[in-house]
Nanobody, 127 residues
């Protein structure tokens, strides 16, 4: 089983940037796709971004395309989310996720079907 630990959330002004990190442990890490979801107050958890296992292909929610960059470092068992040009609408708890489904399926996966979650990290963007 994979365990996930996120870091990097916080408070930032609109237009600013944050970088989230997720470190994975567990012997089966290499069989999992890793990515990010977020959950805004009063809303369901939604897909944000996921990279392919090699990191060569990336997938994003429409709301973050062109602003967020996801990357994966298999040597460090980690995935990163660089968030730029943040807006108050990006305010949410961000969850690192791992699942054996391929990354190309992640934009269509319901959060209910994700196998492993991190504890979440709060990102607050002030206007």
């Amino acid at each position: 089983q994979v365990q996930l630990v996120e870091s990097g959330g916080g408070l930032v002004q609109a237009g600013g940037s944050l970088r989230l990190s997720c470190a994975a442990s567990g012997r089966t890490f290499r069989t999992y796709t890793m990515g990010w979801f977020h959950q805004a107050p009063g809303k369901e958890r939604e897909f944000v971004a996921a990279p392919s296992w090699s990191g060569g292909t990336t997938y994003y929610a429409d709301s973050v395309k062109g602003r967020f960059i996801i990357s994966r470092d298999n040597a460090k068992n980690a995935v990163f989310l660089q968030m730029n040009s943040l807006t108050p609408e990006d305010t949410a708890v961000y969850y690192c996720a791992a699942d054996r489904a391929g990354a190309s399926n992640w934009p269509r996966i319901s959060y209910r079907h994700i196998e492993v979650w991190g504890q979440g990290t709060l990102v607050t963007v002030s206007s």
